[in-house]
């Protein structure tokens, strides 16, 4: 039997990456006839970066994938997904928390959640910085959120060619993982994920503890927008 590409990719990855770091597959833009590649390979956690989309493929996937949501989520787009996604990378507001919470009452579900926090030396991605990440934990109304569950962080690192400026980085991340996993005594706070690394960057990430890669064109190749 010889494997397809995206078959082999997802075998590579399972070999090379360490026990305690799970693959997500970011399958955004990607057809579902090469998703169903990486499924029929095992693989059974996948990530996109818009609601819609991640929807689209929901309804069209085997029901035993277990969906992420990576990219920015804005508040009034929250209901459309809070009936299945699996764990949400990106929440870089109280406000979005406390949405995700309502909607997850409503499915009668606790939603798992990562904060995502700003460690690049770039003005474009996303996230908390680190006053407000403490800010938002320290938020007298988050032990009442009782449907969702902050299991981690989440982080991207500067794309750059330098190494030493990616491990910092991902270094600076790790540290805070640490400080608020033995800090925090809350109900819904219990930190056991740390979301790092890409496929340009994952192999730094894993040397820094990461416990999720978010791997898209290593697996599927190049993105065509
Ligand atoms: C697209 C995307 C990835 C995957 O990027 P690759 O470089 O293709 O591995 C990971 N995380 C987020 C948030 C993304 O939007």
């Given amino acids: 039997m010889t494997l397809n590409n ?3 990719n997802i075998n590579f990855f399972n ?7 799970k ?5 955004k833009t990607k057809p579902i006839e090469l998703i169903m590649q990486a499924y029929n390979a095992g693989q059974r956690l996948f990530g996109e970066n818009k609601v819609q ?3 689209h493929k929901h309804q069209l996937l085997p029901k035993d994938v277990l969906w992420h949501l990576a990219g920015h989520l804005q508040t009034n787009k929250v209901k459309y997904i809070a009936g299945f996604v699996n764990l949400i990378h990106s929440v870089d507001s109280f406000k979005l928390l406390t949405e995700i919470n309502k909607e997850a009452l409503k499915n009668k579900r606790v939603i798992n959640c990562l904060l995502q926090v700003h460690i690049a030396n770039e003005d474009t991605k996303f996230g908390l910085s680190k006053i407000e990440l403490f800010d938002l934990l320290h938020n007298k109304a988050l032990s009442e959120l009782n449907n969702v569950k902050i299991i981690g ?4 690192a500067t794309n750059t060619n330098n190494n030493e400026q ?3 980085e991902f270094k600076s991340l790790k540290y805070l993982f640490e400080q608020i996993k033995s800090g925090f005594n809350l109900p819904n706070v219990a930190l056991t994920e740390l979301s790092m690394g890409m496929s340009d960057d994952y192999e730094i990430a894993v040397t820094q503890g990461s416990t999720m890669v978010r791997i898209g064109s290593a697996i599927f190749g190049e993105r065509i927008y």
């Fill in 15 to 21: 070999k090379k990456l360490p026990e305690q770091t």
């Fill in 166 to 168: 990616i491990q910092a």
């Fill in 53 to 55: 989309e991640m929807v």
């Fill in 153 to 156: 962080l989440m982080g991207m």
């Fill in 23 to 27: 693959l997500i597959a970011i399958s």
């Fill in 6 to 8: 995206i078959e082999h």
